[in-house]
C-alpha cells in the first residue's frame, strides 16, 4: 500500500475519512457526519494494536484488533499499517466504495 497522505498526529486531517495517522493511547477521530458517527475513539495500548468505539447514531460499536486487522464500520475502513509493541500504531483510514 503506498502512503499517500501521513498526517502524524493530526487527526483533523481524518474527518473526510481518508487519513494516516500515528496512536499511541486514547484518542478521538473527528469523522464527518457522512459516516454515521458522533464520536469516533481509538486506543492504542501494548499487547493490543487497536480498540476502536464509536457511537454511530443507531447504537454503540466496538471492537480490537491486532496484527494487520482491518475494520469496516459505516462506510469507512481503518487498516493498521504498522504496530510496535513498545510504541503505538500507524492507522490508515479511507472512505469504503462498495
Known amino acids: 500500500m503506498e502512503i499517500s497522505r501521513?498526517?502524524?498526529t493530526d487527526y483533523s486531517a481524518?474527518?473526510?475519512?481518508?487519513?494516516?495517522?500515528?496512536?499511541?493511547?486514547?484518542?478521538?477521530?473527528?469523522?464527518?457526519?457522512?459516516?454515521?458517527f458522533t464520536s469516533f475513539e481509538?486506543?492504542?495500548?501494548?499487547?493490543?494494536?487497536?480498540?476502536?468505539?464509536?457511537?454511530?447514531?443507531?447504537?454503540?460499536?466496538?471492537s480490537?484488533?491486532?496484527?494487520?486487522?482491518?475494520?469496516?464500520a459505516n462506510g469507512i475502513t481503518m487498516k493498521i499499517v504498522s504496530s510496535d509493541p513498545a510504541g503505538g500504531a500507524v492507522l490508515h483510514f479511507t472512505p469504503r466504495t462498495d
Do not use: H, W
Open 42 to 62: 481509538v486506543t492504542r495500548t501494548p499487547g493490543t494494536t487497536a480498540v476502536f468505539s464509536g457511537d454511530p447514531v443507531n447504537g454503540n460499536l466496538r
Open 6 to 8: 501521513y498526517y502524524g
Open 14 to 36: 481524518c474527518r473526510d475519512g481518508e487519513c494516516e495517522v500515528f496512536v499511541n493511547g486514547k484518542v478521538m477521530i473527528p469523522l464527518d457526519q457522512q459516516f454515521g
Open 64 to 72: 480490537a484488533i491486532g496484527g494487520t486487522g482491518e475494520p469496516n
